[in-house]
């Protein structure tokens, strides 16, 4: 029987100080993804392994994994994509373990709740009615299913210990940002505040979203040059205290 | 994707080379030899062909340099492919990454913040190289058009595009706006944004095609000068 080579890692930090990669063989279906082999290892081999998913669909976000090192989602990696004899599968390594594959990714809603809420226009009538040309920047931020590989892949979050808060984050305030109806620039408590300036632009969190978002060039680029106007563009700065001066009298 | 780690060359070659870099390499390749050809080898003006490395605008190179090198897209390449941070997506490609200092664009480089204003002195530039296109033309006192002509347009018009697509670009006419078309701003459709955010997508690419139209401009040239290829004419007429 055709098999497909599975390597997974596994560690239950309550007993175990070090992981270990443990191999499995798996029969080979035409059309499978990972997360089809990580379920027959759960219900056939190894049912003590954790894993998280709900879908299978790419839509809930659940099942965010390093497969061969690249952040993925198990369910939408063919598992005929992968070259090489064995599959590698671990878990996200930017976030705590809490068993095996399953991390806990719960340090992120702390951070959305610091990104300044909603505030739309005094007196707008309702409905409100907003323009398609207007609402299509907003609506490519609001795809997101929040499996945080970007989080993950960021090697910022990754490798050092900064204030920047995170790709996901910047999309959040970016969808909030260029909502037509909102009032509030958030672009300088990115700068600031969310560490914003520790983003190199090297685009790999562009690369593994599941849902192509382009994250750099249209959330965190847009709002780097908004954090420009307020903070490093004397032009700009000139311009805006002017209406500013200009509002109040 | 695949992490340099999984192989036995793991020890031997340093990750950057098997990570496709050939964008960044091929920037610092062109940057030598442009130097050492506008030092060593000068290009006189040659048939009305002006050599893109020989206009005036030399004097305001520096500046230009800067412009790529704050640039979105060369920011990428330079920032994984010199400083390795990271050096690919792959997840434990370079493993001393948590070893090293980072400080991204607060400390030193901070200083990309102001690209937009290098972008201002390249959009200086750009009439330079349409010019030496219109000179090719004329120089004879007839209209004349080359195979040199085409290639000197198509290298002005990458160098537009490259300059046009920018993020910051983007930005300036209309990223920075939240409503175009809210009752206090009517129908303004922000047709420009559209267009730009289509060719910004392209950015990365465009900026490299445009980078190496200026060597093979150059070369061409100096093929012509040596004798090795003819400078076809396409058009002449008198005027």
Redesign the interface.
């Known amino acids: 029987m055709d098999t497909v080579k599975v390597s997974v890692f596994r560690r239950d930090p309550a007993v175990e100080k070090e992981g270990k990669f443990v191999d499995y063989e798996v029969p080979r279906e035409d059309g499978m993804v990972v997360l089809d082999a990580m379920k027959y290892i759960e219900r056939h081999l190894d049912p003590s392994m954790s894993l998280r998913w709900n879908c299978s669909a790419g839509k809930c976000g659940s099942c965010s994994a390093?497969i061969?090192?690249?952040?993925s989602l198990m369910c939408k990696t063919r598992v005929d994509s992968l070259?090489?004899d064995k599959i590698?599968v671990a878990p996200m390594?930017a976030f705590p373990l809490i068993k095996d594959l399953v991390t806990d990714v719960s340090e992120n809603w702390a951070l959305l709740k610091k990104i300044p809420k909603f505030t739309p226009k005094e007196g707008l009538e309702k409905p409100w009615r907003i323009?398609q040309?207007?609402i299509e920047r907003s609506k490519e931020f609001k795809k997101c299913i929040e499996c945080f590989l970007c989080q993950?892949?960021c090697?910022?979050i990754?490798?050092?210990s900064?204030d920047?808060f995170g790709p996901r984050h910047v999309v959040k305030a970016a969808s909030l940002?260029?909502?037509?109806?909102?009032t509030l620039n958030r672009s300088e408590f990115m700068n600031k505040d969310a560490?914003l300036?520790?983003?190199?632009?090297?685009?790999?969190c562009s690369?593994?979203c599941p849902e192509e978002i382009?994250i750099t060039?249209n959330a965190i680029?847009?709002e780097?040059?908004?954090?420009?106007?307020i903070?490093?563009?004397p032009i700009a700065m000139f311009l805006r205290s002017r209406k500013q001066r200009r509002a109040k009298a | 994707m695949r992490a340099a780690s999984e192989t036995s060359l793991r020890h031997l070659i340093p990750p950057e080379f098997l990570e496709p870099n050939w964008r960044f390499w091929s920037f610092v390749m062109i940057s030598i030899l442009g130097t050492v050809l506008i030092l060593l080898y000068k290009v006189p003006v040659f048939d009305g062909l002006t050599d893109p490395f020989y206009t005036p605008t030399v004097l305001i190179l520096p500046l230009v340099v800067l412009f790529r090198l704050t640039c979105y897209a060369y920011r990428k390449d330079y920032h994984r492919h010199l400083f390795n941070h990271p050096n690919g997506c792959a997840t434990d490609v370079r493993l001393d990454s948590k070893k090293r200092g980072y400080s991204g664009e607060t400390g030193f480089f901070r200083v990309e913040n102001v690209h937009r204003y290098f972008m201002y002195t390249a959009w200086a530039i750009l009439p330079f190289f349409f010019y030496d296109v219109y000179v090719s033309i004329v120089y004879t006192g007839a209209i004349t058009v080359t195979l040199g002509t085409i290639i000197l347009a198509v290298n002005a018009v990458a160098v537009t595009t490259y300059t046009f697509s920018c993020h910051s670009v983007r930005h300036l006419i209309g990223g920075y706006k939240d409503c175009v078309n809210c009752p206090a701003n009517l129908n303004k459709k922000n047709s420009l944004y559209r267009l730009q955010s289509r060719l910004n997508g392209h950015h990365e690419a465009i900026a490299w095609t445009s980078l190496i139209m200026f060597v093979f401009v150059d070369l061409f040239i100096r093929g012509m000068i040596g004798g090795v290829i003819p400078n076809i004419v396409l058009i002449h007429s008198g005027l």
């Open positions: 390093e061969n090192h690249k952040p070259k090489g590698k390594a323009s040309v207007d993950d892949v090697h910022v990754r490798d050092h900064t920047y940002d260029m909502h037509p109806l909102d560490g300036g520790y983003c190199n632009i090297t685009k790999c690369e593994v382009h060039d680029i847009p780097k040059e908004r954090a420009v106007n903070s490093y563009d």
